[in-house]
């Protein structure tokens, strides 16, 4: 009998709450801050972090997980009788975090030979970030607890990804321009002109899809991007920052606009607060077909 974990990384920023009540494996990623590292989840809570930023005349560093970190998550679970560990993880284009996961099973069974065959490892490269993949994390953790198959859990995994869509605004240039999501030519101009960037992921890339003036236009016009682009009918997830009013006005509009309310809302965490700051709003949803 097949016995399943789930692991995801912590940039995904499925709560606290939901890693505990699921058995979810979340591995935290290390922010670095005034030459301070900070595990996040562990040192920090978001909030906490967040102040830190606030405070700081520095920009926020972050690791990548490595391959002893991923070895030692799969020691651990094959000790434990784990037949199979999904790992759902960071945009690979952002990070090495899902290439060392791969490289880590093999380095794994060089060194625990009699799991060969016994202990199954099956990563997924989101291309994405936060709740575009933290929504696949929860709801394959549900399925193992229903005892759903592997194979229908691993197909409603790569189902949810090859669908996802998450469009965002974010409401500070600052943390961009550091990161390299946004040209500094083009983030300077955008600060300048007050400018707002609505940004969207495609092929494990930040796009941009829209410029509005104004922080009110934000909301409304990633609803329009919504409307236009979510099959009906679908989930779709919150992702916010430390703006609870920012949360608020886009539940609201989300809402009234698709005519229920979302799944889950996941609140960022120190990876996405470092390369987009802490003030962002953004919607994850199931595209429809092209």
């Known amino acids: 009998m097949s016995k399943i974990a789930i692991i995801t990384d912590s940039a995904s920023d499925v709560s606290?709450?939901?890693?505990?009540?699921?058995?979810?494996?979340?591995?935290?990623?290390?922010?670095?801050?005034?030459?301070k590292e900070y595990v996040s989840r562990i040192d920090v809570d978001n909030d906490t972090f967040y102040k830190l930023m606030d405070a700081s005349a520095s920009l926020p560093t972050h690791s990548q997980l490595t391959a002893y970190d991923f070895i030692q998550m799969y020691k651990r679970l094959f000790a434990d009788g784990y037949t199979?560990?999904?790992?759902?993880?960071?945009?690979?284009?952002?990070?090495?975090?899902?290439?060392?996961?791969?490289?880590?099973?093999?380095?794994?069974?060089?060194?625990?030979?009699?799991?060969?065959?016994?202990?199954?490892?099956?990563?997924?490269?989101?291309?994405?970030?936060?709740?575009?993949?933290?929504?696949?994390?929860?709801?394959?953790?549900?399925?193992?607890?229903?005892?759903?198959?592997?194979?229908?859990?691993?197909?409603?995994?790569?189902?949810?990804?090859?669908?996802?869509?998450?469009?965002?605004?974010?409401?500070t240039l600052k943390y961009a321009k550091k990161s390299g999501r946004i040209p500094s030519a083009a983030a300077f101009v955008g600060e300048a002109l007050g400018l707002k960037p609505i940004l969207y992921i495609d092929d494990h890339k930040i796009v941009t899809a829209d410029k509005?003036?104004?922080?009110?236009r934000v909301i409304p016009t990633i609803i329009d991007y919504v409307r236009k682009h979510m099959e009906p009918g679908s989930p779709y997830c919150l992702n916010y920052g430390s703006d609870r009013a920012l949360l608020d006005e886009m539940r609201a509009a989300?809402?009234?606009?698709?005519?229920?309310?979302?799944?889950?809302?996941?609140?960022?965490?120190?990876?996405?607060?470092?390369n987009a700051g802490h003030r962002l709003i953004a919607i994850t949803f199931r595209q429809k077909e092209q």
């Open 84 to 171: 199979d560990a999904i790992a759902v993880l960071i945009n690979a284009e952002g990070s090495s975090t899902f290439e060392n996961a791969c490289m880590a099973y093999d380095l794994f069974l060089e060194e625990v030979p009699q799991a060969k065959d016994v202990f199954h490892v099956h990563p997924f490269d989101s291309e994405s970030y936060s709740g575009s993949y933290g929504y696949a994390v929860v709801e394959a953790a549900k399925m193992v607890r229903q005892e759903k198959p592997l194979e229908e859990i691993l197909a409603f995994i790569r189902d949810w990804l090859d669908h996802v869509a998450i469009y965002f605004g974010i409401y």
């Open 16 to 35: 606290p709450a939901d890693e505990k009540e699921y058995g979810i494996f979340m591995m935290p990623f290390t922010a670095v801050l005034d030459d």
């Open 212 to 216: 509005v003036r104004g922080d009110k």
């Open 254 to 274: 989300a809402e009234k606009a698709i005519g229920y309310p979302a799944s889950y809302e996941f609140q960022v965490g120190a990876v996405i607060a470092a």
